[in-house]
């Protein structure tokens, strides 16, 4: 699909079966994060996987929209190994992160 057909026919998901997501769709989704740009490529996102019935419910406790989900990505960065600009020591893994999703 081209990517602005894609932009204009995205939806949000809200509903969810109990399905478990295939661990060969998890590992694609996880190569596609490797491949994302990071400033001087330093890499310092983090994609965590959440998908056990015990990490699923600890996710309920944080937030109401979890809709049931059968798996949760949480995407975070690593602040020790994020650029620091040397202009005005911005930390750019905030902008790494919204780069990979």
Do not use: W
């Not at 491949?35 to 600890?58: G, H, I, S, W």
């Not at 949480?74 to 911005?90: A, G, M, Q």
């Amino acid at each position: 699909m081209e990517f602005d057909k894609l932009i204009h026919h995205r939806y949000s998901m809200r509903k969810f079966n109990n399905q478990e997501v295939e661990q060969e769709k998890i590992n694609a989704i996880l190569e596609a994060g490797k491949a994302a740009p990071t400033a001087v490529n330093y890499q310092p996102q983090r994609t965590l996987v959440l998908n056990t019935k015990d990490c699923l419910e600890k996710i309920k406790d944080c937030t109401p929209y979890h809709f049931n989900a059968p798996l949760a990505l949480i995407v975070c960065y690593d602040n020790t190994s994020s650029l620091k600009r040397p202009v005005d020591n911005k930390e750019t893994g905030e902008i790494d992160v919204s780069v990979l999703i």
